[in-house]
């Protein structure tokens, strides 16, 4: 079973933001935020359904599927999912932040 990290998901957008140069040209730059964003929710999501595919296989008696799996799966997708909700905090804090600036 290949699950990717959402720790490494972060650090290859990282990466992949660090590297794109913005143009004065009107050019679309490479990675934009928004498609780094829903990248990151669908492998969130991605984790979830693994998760909850090993439990069900496991449930069912599925012999290739061992208690192990099932906890890595769910520790995974769990670890992935408080992260996310962290990421959304510090976003919605950081927007309460800009709107109570003076102008």
Do not use: C, H, W
Not at 25 to 46: R, S
Not at 66 to 72: A, T
């Amino acid at each position: 079973m290949k699950v990717d990290g959402f720790q490494g998901e972060l650090q290859s957008m990282m990466f992949e933001a660090a590297n794109t140069k913005p143009t004065a040209t009107g050019q679309k730059v490479g990675a934009d935020f928004k498609d780094l964003l829903n990248n990151a929710i669908n492998n969130v999501n991605g984790l979830s359904k693994t998760s909850s595919d090993l439990q069900m296989r496991f449930d069912r008696g599925d012999e290739d599927i061992s208690l192990s799996d099932v906890m890595i799966a769910r520790n995974k997708s769990s670890v992935a999912f408080e992260a996310t909700i962290q990421v959304r905090n510090k976003l919605v804090e950081a927007y309460k932040e800009l709107m109570n600036m003076p102008v």
